[in-house]
C-alpha cells in the first residue's frame, strides 16, 4: 500500500463495480493478482482485464515495462469519471464538460423561452455536469472564460448584449435574473469543503491529504489549524500545493472567516493557533510566525499548558518539544504567553475549580516561579538576559 502523511496505509478504494488499488511495488501487483484469482475460483466472477489499467506513479514514473500485460501509462488514468495521472489533465476532464455544456444551450436555443426560462436552463440542467466536476477539480481559466460567454450568448439569443453581466446575476429582487455567478458558485464549494474539516471525524483519507496539503502554507506544516489563523494565499505561499488547495485557501481568505470571532470557551482558547494569529501578537500588530516551533509540534495555547490547562514554565515547555532551550527562544515563548489577550486568559480561569480569580492570574501566568506581577514572566526574562 502507500503510506499516507499521517502513517496510515492505503491499499484499496471501492465505489460500485470500480475498484482502485494503491501498491508500492512490483511483488505486490503479483499478489493482489493472486488474490484476485483465489476469488474469481471461489466466487465464478471475473475480472474485465481489458478494461483493467496501471499508473506509474512517484519514481516508477516513466517505466516502459507492462508486468501481467496490462495497460500501464504514465500520463493519465480515468477514475470514476475524472482524469487523474502526473501530467496535467485540466483539458481531458473540462474539455469534454464545456464541450456538452455548449450542446445543451444550442439544443435549447431552437425553442421560444423566457428569460426567466432560459436562466432555469442555465442554472439547473446545463451547469449540473459543471458542479459535479468543479467540487473535485479545479477548472481552469479557460473553461470558466467560455462557460461564461456561452451563457450570456445563449440568454441573448447569440445576439447584441442588452444588459450588463453583473446586473444579470443580480438576484431578482434587485433587479436581476438570477444567473448563477459561476466564480461565486465554485468559491462556496471551496469553503463547503472547509468546513467539512472541522465537522467531520477526522478519520477519512480525504480529509488527512487535506490536513497535510493545506498545512504546506508556507512550509508551517500546521495542518487544518493554519485555516484559523491569518493567512494571505499569494503565490510564494502556497508553491508546494496542488491546485484544488489553492483554491481553498483563496476562498477562505477571500470572503474574511478567519479570526472574525475570538475565543469564546476554554475549549476553543486550548485550540487556537499561537503563529499567524492576529488576535494574538507582540505590540506591533503583526502576526508571529516560528518555524522552529511550528515544525516540532508547538502551535496551539494548548502546547503551552498542562493536563490542569495551566500554562508551565517556558524551559519545560521547550523540552517537551525538543526545541533548543536558548535565550531567544525562551524570550519569545515568555512574550507570547504575556500578550495572550487577558479575556482569554479569564476563560481559562473560570474553567477551574478552587482558585479565587485574581490569584489564579498569577497562577496561569508564572505556575510554580516568582509571585506574579501584571508582566507576567517579564521578571524571569530579565534575568536570563
Keep these: 500500500g502507500i ?56 519514481s516508477f514514473k516513466g517505466r516502459r515495462d507492462t508486468p501481467l500485460d496490462l495497460r500501464w501509462t504514465s500520463d493519465s488514468v480515468k477514475i470514476l469519471g475524472f482524469h487523474l495521472g502526473n501530467n496535467d489533465t485540466s483539458q481531458l476532464n473540462w474539455k469534454p464538460r464545456v464541450d456538452k455544456f455548449k450542446t445543451i444551450l444550442r439544443s435549447w436555443n431552437r425553442r421560444t423561452l423566457s428569460y426567466k426560462g432560459k436562466i432555469v436552463i442555465l442554472n439547473s440542467l446545463a451547469s449540473a455536469g459543471i458542479w459535479y466536476y468543479s467540487n473535485i477539480v479545479s477548472i481552469p481559466d479557460w473553461a470558466e472564460k467560455q462557460i461564461n460567454r456561452e451563457s450570456l450568448e445563449f440568454l441573448w439569443n447569440y445576439k447584441k448584449h442588452l444588459v450588463n453581466k453583473h446586473v444579470i446575476k443580480q438576484r431578482l429582487d434587485e433587479g436581476g435574473l438570477g444567473l448563477v455567478d459561476i466564480s461565486l458558485k465554485i468559491k462556496a464549494q471551496r469553503i463547503k469543503y472547509i468546513s467539512h474539516l472541522f465537522t467531520s471525524t477526522f478519520s477519512d483519507k480525504w480529509q488527512i491529504l487535506a490536513d497535510y496539503f493545506i498545512g504546506l502554507y508556507r512550509g508551517s506544516c500546521m495542518g487544518r489549524i493554519i485555516l484559523k489563523s491569518y493567512i494571505f494565499p499569494r503565490a510564494a505561499n502556497i508553491i508546494n500545493m496542488p491546485t484544488i488547495y489553492k483554491d481553498c485557501l483563496r476562498a477562505w481568505h477571500s470572503v474574511g472567516v478567519i479570526n472574525t470571532k475570538p475565543p469564546s470557551t476554554m475549549a476553543h482558547v486550548l485550540d487556537t493557533p499561537i503563529f499567524l494569529n492576529t488576535g494574538l501578537t507582540l505590540g506591533n500588530k503583526r502576526p508571529l510566525f516560528n518555524a522552529d516551533f511550528i515544525t516540532n509540534g508547538l502551535r496551539t495555547v494548548w502546547d503551552l499548558s498542562n493536563d490542569a490547562d495551566e500554562f508551565i514554565e517556558p524551559t519545560s515547555c521547550l523540552h517537551r518539544f525538543s526545541i533548543e532551550s536558548n535565550a531567544a527562544n525562551i524570550l519569545l515563548l515568555v512574550r507570547i504567553i504575556e500578550y495572550i489577550p487577558y479575556q482569554w486568559k479569564r476563560l481559562l480561569i473560570n474553567d477551574q475549580q478552587g482558585y479565587e480569580t485574581e490569584d489564579y492570574l498569577g497562577v496561569l501566568i508564572m505556575k510554580n516561579s516568582l509571585p506574579p506581577s501584571q508582566t507576567g514572566y517579564c521578571g524571569i526574562a530579565g534575568g536570563i538576559l
Aim: aromatic share 8%.
Design 3 to 58: 503510506t499516507l502523511p499521517d502513517g496510515t496505509v492505503t491499499k484499496i478504494d471501492q465505489y460500485a463495480d470500480d475498484t482502485t488499488i494503491q501498491i508500492s511495488d512490483i511483488d505486490s501487483i503479483e499478489s493482489v493478482f493472486s488474490l484476485i484469482r483465489v476469488y474469481e475460483l471461489a466466487s465464478g466472477c471475473r475480472i474485465n482485464m481489458d478494461k483493467t489499467e496501471g499508473l506509474w506513479l512517484g
